[in-house]
């Protein structure tokens, strides 16, 4: 178990700036995952964590040691790969045990060390079949047991549950969830599944264009998101975003007038940010779960999707347009507790909860979130 | 009933036709060699203008291929009716099998007219003629004059002169190769062994051997065959050869005597032409050396006859012999010498060809040979043969003695006469 | 009243389709007869009769053909020099083609098509046309060979690259190789190529590099292209003919004989039809052999 430090890494393909100037410091025994969409980099900056990739400029330390330059069998470092990379033609115990041998450990030594991380994996059954003998679930965890038994200063995984079933991924998160508590080890994880993200991390890291968006637990970012991104990325369905003004600055209290809505929405300016100018653009973000059905707005139902636990509904609200909403044609997201009966086409009127309401600038950073109980 | 008409009224010309189509075409297989395609082009032109309805269809094939090609056609079922052969054991062995048709029924109105008897029994087997030939080829040293009179050197006539001239010629320059051999295929040393065998045991000597006729406990025993190897290891010794002889081609050594490089080479009568060809015609030429002690005739001269046999599955033999006959006419002979630069077997309009210089030496010259000598390829037996050739391979590469060379030579004779 | 038939249609249909596709194997299948079931069958048949090429009859012999095969030394240097050039032809074809293709794969960035086509090319010439440029290379008067040997102060040797029986299988090899090896090359590069980068960088990750790396990943994976090529290498080696033929026709006094140029020398040269036949016969059962198992092999991976 160490620490990761990273300062100020940059990472050049050419001309091309896959890294731009990231600095991180991950605690000993934190399960950090990195999240993104496609091409953040976040892939990028793992393979270079590992030494797969060079490090074009800035620092990276693990436990005491400057590893910037070291090449990736001597960062103690163990990566699980999206697609396993095991090796074909060796059993399930020469993989898993395949680094001890290289590195020339006692063959009991070794026996002992494969035979512990399959039993952690239940996969001591397995541990003389070929890979190609077993499923993409077994596979996965072959691949995380040769990591395991090299006993790693720093797990990296990179996007390691994405070749798998719904239902097998969900289960690899718990099981991986335990694992990280038994081993007690730092790790470093890269998903682009937000799921992932909001129930193994310790603190999440969003990544946008090769730069930090913000890093937090999982709940702080859900609920202060620093920026416009970070807002849309996490929750599903995705936050309802309105394009609206400010039409009254009142100390802290800030009213928004949004085109299609009948009244105004006021709301509390966060302490450590500036108010913006009067009749500035902004842009209010409505939590799915925090539209209720009951108000002043009336909407046409356009889809229901029921899921049993939930209902899910998609508005047309007419002239009050949602901008860069997850069906393009401007519907609303509501998210009903529980079970309900709507026809398509029904009327309804609906209202948001005022708590669960988000302010950003027109350049994306965050004026207004919501004072939950649970921040913090 | 109007079909009937109707067929009857057809089959006349039916009848005419096929009976035109069957007599009008022979076929026949040359080599391919300077100027055949022009001779051949004439030949054919008279031959049909004299044989109204006739067609004659000339197909030629390279040297290397053609010894099994000629032998898959005659065994398929569309066999040439005319094909050219070398006189000698690949000849007989076609009458053997049956192969080659009997012309001696066409040769009284033809080619018996105008070639002796002494070239027809080279394709004459039991008393009947199964070829003609056309002319024959024959080999003489070549020799550069004009280095010989710079170095003070005479032409020698025997074969210890041979010898002093190779070393003297290694005195005046120990890198001048005197005569490259180009042994890469074998038949280079094959037609030196033919002619030492000669002048060492004589011809009588050799024929029971080479026709596998004499006694098991004969057979290629006569210890002359061992000294004429030798002669072969004395040459090599006297620096005559260049070192690797097995491993040039005869294209090679050619061209080494045409640049002038090599002072002597032994070659067959259509190397002059070739050397004209790559620029040198200067040369002069002697022939075989004798041998003061040997037993055979010094006027011996090596001649490979060659000419056309008929197949026996010929739709038209008297065609095809008649053929023939045109071939080895007055006018066809003078005509195939000045075109083709044969030593032709009809010598009757000899003095109206317009030849080079050394085809006119050559006519006179193997006129006065007092005997003839065929290679021994030709001569013996397949496997026997290859024997010979591969000893003379091993002799010049110094793997092989000369006793040891007659040894495997004898078992492959005793082989081949028990098999 | 008939019943109406409910099944017949639908097996008749079933049938047909059996039928037809036993005519489309026709075509294949009669080509096989008459260009290869057929030659195959008559060489067998008669590998147990003396005859020449134009013999007309010919005379049973039984085994007689196989027994002079036993007993035959040139039978024995053509099967030795056969499986000489079998083994030379892994090492130089295989192990160079191994190490150009790694090269080509991971050592130069640059010029990977350029390097590529010229080293296939000698692929694409003729061995025939090969074995002529060749012989100039190799000529002892005039060859480039024998030239560049000179120039560095060394002697050539005496007899000629080709003339010289303890050398001229060795040149056999070498020129085989230089049309062949570029094959090999291609051949190898397409299976390293289909290596998989991850695994590389998990054995980077697990403290395997360079040679390690080599022999624990890139050569595993290899294993069947390997063996394929091993394979392609063999059978060639057991059929090479044109080569030698033009190259030596079997010289320097059988030095470079080998199967194919010996049924050559005996069935058109001196004649032994039948003969040619057994040693032909022996022939093919070493192909047949060498071509079962390339199935199994190819089947297994």
Known sequence: ????????????????????????????????????????????????????????????????????????????????????????????????????????????????????????????????????????????????????????????????????????????????GRLHKQLDATMVYVTHDQTEAMTMASRIV???????????????????????????????????????????????????????????????????????????????????????????????????????????????????????????????????????????????????????????????????TPRLAVAK | MKPIIGMLALAPTI??????????????????????????????????????????????????????????????????????????????????????????AYGASGYAKTVGEGWLSSFAFDGANYGVPTDAVSKYFYYDPAFFSDNDLSVPETFDEFLATCQAIRTIDSSIVPWPLGNSERWKLNHVITMLNQRVLGLDALAADYALTAPDDELFTNPGYVEAWQKVVDMQDAGCFQDAPNATSPEASRSMFAAQVSPMIYCGTWCGNIFQAEGYEDFEMFRFPALTDGAGDPGGQFLVPQGYMVSSKSEHPELAAAFISHIVSDEGARDFAEQIGGIVSNPALIDEVDGTRWFKFFVSDIATATESVNVIDVLLDASVANAYLDAGVEILNGTMTPEDAMTTIREAALAAKSG | MKPTPILKPRQSVGVQIVQNQSVLVLPALLICTVFIFIPAFLTIFGSFYAFG???????????????????????????????????????????????????????????????????????????????????????????????IVKSVGLSPPKLGWLGDPSISIW??????????????????????????????????????????????????????????????????????????????????????????????????????????NAVAVVLLAIAVFLGWLQLKVSRRS
């Open chain 1, 206 to 368: 969003v990544l946008n264009e090769g730069k930090i968006e913000q890093v937090g637990t999982p709940l702080e970012l859900y609920n202060h998101p620093e920026s416009l991104f970070v807002a849309g990325f996490l929750g599903s369905p995705k936050m309802n975003f309105f394009d609206g003004k400010i039409v009254d600055v009142a100390g802290k209290a800030l009213t928004v007038a949004v085109p299609g809505m009948p009244t105004p929405i006021t709301l509390t300016l966060d302490d450590d940010v500036q108010a913006p100018a009067f009749d500035s653009t902004v842009r209010l973000g409505v939590r799915p779960e925090a539209v209720r059905v009951g108000g002043d707005i009336p909407a046409s139902i356009a889809l229901v999707e029921s899921l049993g636990n939930q209902t899910l509904l998609y508005l047309d609200a007419g002239a009050l347009n949602c901008v860069e909403a997850e069906s393009s044609d401007g519907f609303i997201t509501a998210q009903l507790p529980s079970q309900h009966r709507y026809t398509l086409g029904d009327t309804v009127q609906i209202s948001w909860s005022p708590d669960m309401l988000y302010l950003f600038d027109t350049s994306g950073r965050r004026l207004c």
């Open chain 3, 171 to 276: 040149m056999v090899l070498v020129v085989a190789a230089w049309q062949y090896t570029g094959f090999m090359m291609v051949l190898i590069l397409a299976g390293l190529q289909a290596i998989p980068n991850h695994l590389y960088e998990a054995a980077a990750l697990d403290g395997a590099r360079g040679f390690r790396a080599f022999w624990s990943i890139t050569l595993p994976s290899l294993r069947n292209v390997l063996v394929v090529a091993i394979l392609i290498t063999t059978i060639g080696g057991f059929k090479v003919f044109d080569l030698i033929f033009v190259l030596t026709n079997g010289g320097p006094a059988n030095a470079t004989q080998v199967l194919g140029t010996y049924i050559y020398l005996q069935a058109f040269t001196l004649t032994n039809m039948g003969y040619a």
């Open chain 2, 15 to 104: 009848v005419l036709c096929a009976s035109v189509a069957s007599a009008q075409e022979i076929k026949i297989w040359t080599l391919v060699q300077e100027g055949m395609p022009e001779f051949m082009e004439g030949t054919i032109s008279t031959f049909e203008a004299a044989n109204p309805g006739v067609t004659v269809v000339n197909e030629s094939f390279p040297n290397e291929a053609y010894k099994t090609q000629i032998q898959v056609a005659l065994t398929g079922s569309a066999p040439p009716d005319v094909f050219f052969n070398w006189a000698g054991e690949d000849a007989a062995r076609l009458v053997r099998d049956g192969l080659a048709a009997d012309i001696s």
């Open chain 1, 1 to 176: 178990m160490a620490d990761l430090t990273l300062d100020a890494v940059e990472k050049y393909y050419g001309a091309y700036h896959a890294i731009k100037g990231v600095s991180l410091k991950v605690e000993p025994g934190e399960f950090i995952v990195m999240v993104g969409p496609s091409g953040c980099g976040k892939s990028t900056l793992l393979r270079a964590i590992a030494g797969l990739e060079t490090i074009s400029s800035g620092k990276m330390t693990i436990g005491e040691r400057d590893m910037t330059h070291e090449p990736p069998w001597d960062r103690g470092v163990a990566m699980v790969f999206q697609n396993y990379a095991l090796y074909p033609h060796m059993s399930v115990r020469d993989n898993m045990g395949f680094a001890l041998k290289v590195a020339r450990c006692p063959k009991a030594e070794i026996r002992e060390a494969v035979e512990n991380a399959a039993k952690t994996l239940r996969i001591t059954e397995h541990l003389d079949k070929k890979p190609r003998a077993l499923s993409g679930g077994q596979k996965q965890r072959v691949a995380i047991g040769r990591a395991i038994t090299r006993a790693p200063d720093v797990f990296l995984f990179d996007e390691p549950l994405s070749n798998l079933d719904a239902a097998l991924r969900s289960q690899m998160r718990v099981e991986l």
């Open chain 3, 53 to 147: 090429l134009t013999s007309q009859n010919w005379e049973p012999v039984g085994f007689g053909n196989y027994v002079r095969a036993w007993n035959d030394d040139v039978f024995w240097i053509a099967l030795r020099n056969n499986i000489i050039i079998v083994l030379g032809s892994i090492v130089l074809q295989v192990g160079i083609g191994t190490v150009l293709a790694a090269v080509l794969d991971r050592g130069i960035s640059f010029g990977q098509t350029f390097f590529r086509v010229i080293i296939f090319m000698p692929m694409v010439i003729s061995a025939v046309a090969v074995a002529l440029i060749w012989l100039i290379i190799l000529d002892p008067n005039i060859g480039i060979l024998n030239a």
